[in-house]
Nanobody
Framework: QVQLVESGGGLVQAGGSLRLTCAAS????????MGWFRQAPGKEREFVAS????????SYAHSVQGRCTISRDNAKNTNYLQINNLTPEDTAVYYC?????????????????WGQGTQVTVSS
């Protein structure tokens, strides 16, 4: 069983940047795709980004395309989500998740392990 721990959230002004980190333990991290999802108050959880097991392929939601970068360091069992030019609409709890396959996945049903989440709040 893999455990995931997110960090890096916080309060940031609009236009700022954050880098979220997800540390994994307990399973062969490099064998599986990783993803980030978010859930804003009163809204359903939504896909943000995914990176393949190798780190060579990634996918992004339209809402973050062009200002978000997902990456991973398999030697450190860690993946990252860099978000630039943040807006209040990015305010949410961000969750890291481990997929069941190597390829990028955009549906939350393709992920079997989730972290506890890290709060991101963007002030206007």
């Amino acid at each position: 069983q893999v455990q995931l721990v997110e960090s890096g959230g916080g309060l940031v002004q609009a236009g700022g940047s954050l880098r979220l980190t997800c540390a994994a333990s307990g399973r062969t991290f490099s064998n599986y795709a990783m993803g980030w999802f978010r859930q804003a108050p009163g809204k359903e959880r939504e896909f943000v980004a995914s990176v393949s097991a190798s780190g060579l392929t990634s996918s992004y939601a339209h809402s973050v395309q062009g200002r978000c970068t997902i990456s991973r360091d398999n030697a450190k069992n860690t993946n990252y989500l860099q978000i630039n030019n943040l807006t209040p609409e990015d305010t949410a709890v961000y969750y890291c998740a481990a997929a069941t396959v190597r390829d990028v996945m955009v549906e939350d049903t393709d992920y079997y392990t989730w972290g506890q989440g890290t709060q991101v709040t963007v002030s206007s």
